[in-house]
């Protein structure tokens, strides 16, 4: 079985200031993905960034970068040069290549301050 | 591309009666959908898994006579609430992937959520 933990339920940054979203996952699989998936208040899931366990480098989108840590088994989300519709609970998710259903964390809500 | 569809985006029901919600791939076939059911502030519970033109598989406590979940085609399942219940209340959000078989990421792809209220 997989678990996601966020440790941070809330979090506050100020427009144009960078923000880290911490992850942890435990997973006995060996082929495995991480998300991280974006609800703003209309509560529509957006995919935000995704990282293959098997690749070693970070991903990265614009503005939103990840710093995947497989050993430690993290997985934390950078967001750059935040902009107020950056504000939205954010998930950390994951799913193992022998199953389709993603395991998410409990969230962490991001509020981006003018 | 992929989008998922949800309807009604809201109802209101009474309590005894029961409510089916639509999720449909506007623009590609789903082997595979997902219904979630969520509270404010908190994170998707995955309900059930369901795969075209079998049954659905129901997660550990979710009621599958109450939850009746159909999926027919490849781009359409619906979640029935039978004999809703002011508990049932929620935030209900359904996913789908396409066919999988290649090594790529299992994508879910999520519809916009119906917001169910039982009076």
């Known amino acids: 079985a997989q678990t996601v933990t966020q440790s941070q339920p809330e979090m506050s940054v100020q427009e144009a200031e960078t923000v880290t979203l911490s992850c942890t996952y435990d997973t006995s699989e060996s082929n495995y993905y991480l998300f991280w998936y974006k609800q703003p208040p209309s509560r529509q899931m957006i995919l935000v960034i995704r990282?293959?366990?098997?690749?070693?480098q970070n991903a990265t989108e614009n503005r939103f970068s990840v710093n995947f840590q497989k050993a430690a088994k993290s997985f934390s989300l950078k967001i750059s040069d935040s902009q107020l519709g950056d504000t939205a609970m954010y998930f950390c998710a994951s799913v193992s290549g022998s199953a389709r259903q993603l395991t998410f964390g409990s969230g962490t809500q991001l509020t981006v301050l003018p | 591309g992929a989008v998922v569809s949800q309807h009604p985006s809201w109802v209101i029901c009474k309590s005894g009666t029961s409510v089916k919600i639509e999720c449909r791939s506007l623009d590609f076939q789903a082997t595979t959908m997902f219904w979630y059911r969520q509270f404010p502030k908190q994170s998707l519970m995955l309900m059930a898994t369901s795969n075209e033109g079998s049954k659905a598989t129901y997660e550990q406590g979710v009621e599958k006579d109450k939850f009746l979940i159909n999926h027919a085609s490849l781009t359409l399942s619906t979640l029935t609430v039978t004999s809703a219940h002011p508990e049932d209340s929620s935030f209900y959000i359904c996913s789908a992937t396409r066919g999988g078989g290649e090594r790529s990421y299992n994508e879910q792809f999520f519809g916009p959520g119906t917001r169910l209220t039982v009076l």
């Open positions: 990282q293959e366990a098997y690749k070693q």
